[in-house]
């Protein structure tokens, strides 16, 4: 409800002011990704289809890009009438990206099916975690899967019970509960930098630790000069 | 992973993931894993790693939605930490501070956005950044943003400036200003269409040595195609004699 209720906001969003732009990407890209991510049903040419869900984190990605970028056009953002909520607004340029995209390539049958079951109506709560602690880690049922998981869950554990006590609290705060910033700031008395630099600290601690532990394995580094020929200054 | 190639790109990948890549990388990175299935499996590897960090979390963790945001709205800072020694660092800082406070021009109206070049703050729709490129060890280029402080030019170097447009496509033209007052064509009516990233602007440019000592202004004017708006960009940045740096 943020458009509507704020017209502040709504006003400096039509403007395409950056930073009424970033609040509402923040207010909603986790319910695109939920919905992106969940998939939904729709019709073309008189058949029942069904997008079964961005194919990975790599495609749902460029799927959330691709839609705050449409959505964040002038012509988007001057269409938006600021009645109807938001959420609507963008769900509906969501999926119709989607079935754009279907049509544009519809014998690329990985991400579609076709089937006789009736049409549904789109599940915007979908793509949310089911298990509220372990969300998209939860038992899936194919035991491959679900044995990685738990390891995978084990070796958080491992890495977040050897930190030191300062930063297993703002892991706790951060990444379990995931607060802003400024609460955490609140509770602990740090500053939002020395907040925001043992997040990142953490991450790249926890990398290292994936990676001593053999998670990342099987790649070859190289650090030779690639980036400079892949963007075609030289 | 059979070839080097790939195993240059799973540590792009890895960069990705510390928050070490941004911008043109991070694009170069995304156009390659989206046509590379090897690497788009690795980048799922890393992703995962990167969820269990946030167990409760639904479709997008909170990392996954700052990348995608700084491709939407540009990163505000430099992505890689700088490796030089503490005291270099401190010196170089105090160096192009005391030349921006000098040379700096009146501040426009701040929205509280400051593009990634680093220059005075700015509206939301368009940024300017600045790359110098010159031969580094070994033969390879060394690629320096001019919108971290303290880095300088010097005659030879090759300047490669990129724009990005949030909404809207634009004609950019850029000069650079000399300690002479001096103007210098650098781009003439270059395109970047809307939504464009760290879009090329002409070609490299390089640094003549008929160019004088001090401070050298790269002053770039986005004209908006659709509404015939102009919006200007400004990087100041020092150039000096070789082997003064």
Not at chain 1, 202 to 223: A, E, L, N, P, W
Not at chain 2, 191 to 207: I, R
């Amino acid at each position: 409800m943020l458009l509507t209720e704020d017209r502040d906001l709504l006003d400096r969003f039509r403007k395409g002011e950056r930073r009424a732009l970033e609040r509402v990407y923040q207010a909603y890209a986790p319910a695109i990704a939920g919905f992106l991510r969940a998939g939904f049903s729709f019709n073309s040419a008189g058949r029942s289809c069904r997008f079964k869900g961005a194919r990975s984190q790599f495609d749902l990605e460029d799927r959330v890009h691709d839609v705050f970028s449409k959505a964040f056009a002038e012509n988007a953002r001057l269409g938006y009438d600021g009645l109807t909520p938001y959420k609507t607004y963008l769900f509906t340029i969501a999926r119709n990206l989607v079935i754009d995209d279907f049509r544009r390539k519809e014998h690329a049958l990985v991400e579609f099916s076709i089937d006789e079951s009736p049409l549904e109506q789109p599940d915007q709560s979908r793509g949310e975690a089911t298990d509220p602690v372990l969300g998209h880690f939860a038992p899936s049922g194919d035991p491959q899967k679900d044995n990685e998981s738990a390891q995978l869950l084990s070796l958080v554990r491992a890495f977040v019970d050897a930190l030191p006590e300062r930063e297993r609290e703002i892991y706790g705060l951060r990444f379990e509960q995931e607060l802003e910033h400024k609460d955490i700031a609140d509770r602990t008395g740090l500053s939002p930098s020395k907040i925001k630099t043992s997040e990142n600290r953490i991450r790249s601690q926890f990398f290292d630790f994936m990676k001593r532990h053999g998670y990342f394995t099987g790649y070859v580094q190289d650090r030779r000069g690639w980036l400079s020929r892949a963007l075609g200054l030289v | 992973m059979q070839s080097t190639d790939h195993g240059r790109w799973h540590q792009a990948i890895e960069r990705h993931f510390r928050g070490e890549l941004s911008g043109e990388r991070a694009s170069e990175l995304r156009d390659h894993v989206r046509g590379c299935s090897s690497c788009e499996l690795v980048y799922e590897r890393w992703s995962r790693a990167e969820r269990a960090l946030f167990p409760a979390s639904g479709a997008l963790d909170p990392f996954a939605q700052q990348r995608i945001g700084e491709r939407l709205f540009g990163a505000t800072a430099p992505a890689r930490p700088s490796v030089r020694p503490v005291w270099i660092g401190a010196a170089l800082a105090l160096s192009a501070a005391l030349v921006l406070f000098v040379a700096r021009p009146a501040p426009v109206e701040d929205d509280g956005f400051r593009a990634r070049s680093g220059g005075e703050a700015v509206s939301s729709q368009v940024t300017l950044r600045a790359l110098r490129i010159r031969a580094g060890a070994g033969g390879q280029p060394s690629i320096a943003d001019l919108g971290v402080a303290g880095t300088t030019i010097t005659a030879g170097d090759r300047l490669k400036l990129l724009g990005s447009s949030l909404v809207a496509p634009q004609r950019v033209e850029a000069h650079a200003i000399t300690s002479d007052g001096a103007r210098h064509e650098l781009v003439a009516g270059a395109p970047v269409a809307a939504g464009a990233e760290d879009q090329g602007l002409g070609s490299t440019f390089v640094v003549p040595a008929s160019w004088p000592e001090g401070p050298v202004k790269i002053e770039a004017t986005f004209h908006g195609d659709a509404d015939g708006t102009a919006e200007r960009r400004l990087l100041e940045v020092e150039l000096v004699k070789v082997g003064t740096e």
